[in-house]
């Protein structure tokens, strides 16, 4: 999937809100978790996605003229639900560095932490590992127009690759019996691959002011997921690099969150750095703004 960002697009530095565990995983294995995106906190978030793309072929099924389209929009709209099966993971960042509401909702619920990565770690990855950074498209016209750009684009792509043909058993031989009509009989797998593309960068509307952009790992082989415990059932997660023993350095910021010891905190999260091996030139660990609440 191509982001359609160039860095240039990119800012300095974006935010990933976790707990302290997170934190304290992430230093010391030098990777952040990408999880499953059927397994993100809000389910509803890649269920929205579906739902805008099973209305616009059900619209389209209802204006189709022809049984060519007709049977061409039915086939995409009966296999929108095998995305199931598709690995994409995603890993969530924000413009924000100080966030009351993701404080909140990443947090868990004590002292959290937004950590800063630099653009050219974004670069990277993006070069090296073969990643996607993707900024969420809130806006519901914008999010309809985006899924209607997807279903053109693919059928216009697969007609190409594979046009409609007549079954080779029918109407060849005999121009006199009913022909049988096929439209883009292998279509359907890779309109689910498509569709777990574009499902990550489409966000509700009540979550617009996190400002968020993700980082997407496409296609990732069964073998290369990892699991941990989650509230109800294990997520499936892939591990991305943030550094290693020669060069640790895809962090510029820390930011304390919200706790009656900031203080403590800030001088505690310097020694995990040390510790961990973060490089330390140009890092900055600095409280929170916002004051502490025991929300």
């Not at 300095?12 to 499953?36: C, F, P």
């Not at 002292?111 to 630099?118: H, L, N, R």
């Not at 070069?127 to 693919?154: A, M, N, V, W």
Request: include cysteine.
């Amino acid at each position: 999937m191509n982001s359609h960002l160039g860095d240039r697009d990119l800012p300095e530095i974006l935010y990933h809100y976790t707990s302290q565990t997170g934190l304290i995983g992430m230093l010391n294995t030098k990777t952040i978790w990408a999880s499953k995106i059927h397994y993100l906190n809000d389910s509803k978030e890649f269920a929205l996605a579906l739902e805008l793309a099973s209305d616009e072929l059900d619209r389209r099924i209802k204006a189709a003229t022809s049984r060519g389209d007709r049977s061409r929009f039915e086939l995409l709209r009966n296999t929108i639900y095998t995305i199931a099966g598709v690995n994409t993971c995603v890993c969530c960042f924000s413009e924000l560095d100080d966030d009351l509401s993701q404080w909140r909702g990443y947090g868990g619920g004590n002292a959290g932490f937004s950590v800063g990565f630099t653009r050219e770690w974004f670069t990277r990855v993006k070069e090296t590992l073969g990643l996607s950074l993707i900024r969420c498209i809130y806006d519901p016209k914008d999010q309809q127009r985006l899924i209607q750009h997807e279903i053109d684009e693919f059928l216009a792509t697969n007609a190409e690759k594979e046009p409609d043909y007549w079954d080779r058993n029918r109407g060849r031989r005999n121009p006199d019996r009913p022909r049988t009509y096929v439209a883009l009989r292998h279509a359907g797998d890779d309109f689910a691959a498509r569709l777990a593309l574009t499902a990550p960068r489409i966000k509700h509307q009540s979550f617009e002011d996190e400002k968020e952009w993700r980082l997407v790992a496409e296609n990732v082989s069964a073998h290369e997921l990892h699991h941990r415990p989650g509230r109800s059932m294990l997520i499936p997660y892939y591990k991305i690099p943030i550094g290693d023993d020669d060069k640790f350095d895809s962090i510029r910021e820390i930011v304390v969150g919200p706790t009656p010891h900031l203080d403590l905190s800030a001088a505690s999260v310097k020694s995990l750095a040390i510790a961990a091996g973060l490089d330390r030139k140009g890092l900055e660990v600095k409280p929170t703004r916002i004051p502490f609440r025991n929300w």
